[in-house]
């Protein structure tokens, strides 16, 4: 990871002097979990892709503000946050997400896609809080100090957020364990 920084604080710092290959090689680097995460975060691939275009648009318009050229990612996950927020506070009017299905019928261990839905649902019905919170440390696999820089809120909080979380998606998906072992 420190390698990384080193080469994000030096493309950062050439993409200020105007070098926009630098600029794209950042993008490039980062499109994929950005992407990743705003999709875990609105569930819908159309809003992450019009998100993430958001977010290093916005980066790069902001790229003289960020304070420490190294801190790239934490600074970009942040303005992915808030572009994800807003995005959903403009969306929420229109209509709320409908509960997905859940496991299938047919018999045998739930298929990874059987999983990846479940899963899915239980991380929506976390509160909004939670859920970032939670995939951030475990998608992303951000330290806690990490997301409270990224969420702008003690380390504390996002711990509590995070275990709190961890609990309520087991409880959430324990039927569906509990449903899977008994169709073996």
């Known amino acids: 990871m420190i390698f990384r920084e080193v080469e994000d604080r030096d493309l950062v710092l050439r993409a200020r002097k105007g070098q926009v290959d630098a600029y794209n090689a950042l993008v490039s680097r980062w499109e994929t979990r950005i992407y990743n995460y705003l999709y875990r ?18 980066a790069y318009q902001n ?9 790239f990612g934490p600074w970009l996950y942040r303005i992915a946050h808030n572009e994800a927020i807003s995005h959903l506070r403009r969306r929420k009017p229109e209509a709320e997400l409908v509960d997905r299905a859940v496991g299938g019928s047919h018999g045998g261990r739930m298929a990874p896609v059987e ?6 649902s239980a991380l929506g019905r976390l509160s909004e809080e939670q859920r970032e919170a939670v995939i951030l440390k475990v998608y992303e696999g951000f330290k806690f100090d990490e997301i409270a820089e990224i969420l702008e809120c003690p380390a504390s909080t996002i711990k509590s957020r995070v275990y709190t979380g961890l609990e309520l998606l087991k409880e959430i998906l324990a039927p569906v364990v509990r449903g899977a072992e008994g169709r073996t």
Request: proline share 3%.
């Open 41 to 58: 975060f609105t569930a819908n691939p159309e809003d992450a892709m019009d998100v993430s275009q958001d977010t290093f648009l916005k």
């Open 115 to 120: 999983v990846t839905i479940a899963v899915e």
């Open 63 to 71: 790229l003289a503000r960020l304070d420490d050229a190294g801190r």
